[in-house]
């Protein structure tokens, strides 16, 4: 999928999020990101959206069968446990999107959160 695609998904998926506020979309590295009041909670890369997660979503997406990003690095395929693949059948039914998207923003948030205290404590 070449980049104009993946926007064109990013913006369409923006549209069908209500809820959440105003959603962008930005570039990040070959895929488009999806942001909620400045907190990326979502990007869509080579034709697939992926959607932030926290420790009780995760089981979640894995008990669905879904993966987390992963991209070839320099010998080995890099992982990013932090976003999953969205299952399919989230973009049929929009009040289902926006239950999924509001759960990574609040798994987005979370994690913010949790940088924040750690920071704070010194941890």
Known sequence: ?????????????ATRIEGLGAISVRRFFGGTALIADGIQFGFVMKGSFYLRVDDASRTRFEA????????PGRGKTVTVSSYYAAPDDVFDDNEQLREWAADAYQAALGAIHKISRATETGV
């Open 64 to 71: 669905l069968g879904m993966n987390p990003f992963s991209y």
């Open 1 to 13: 999928m070449n980049k104009v695609t993946t926007r064109d998904l990013a913006l369409d998926l």
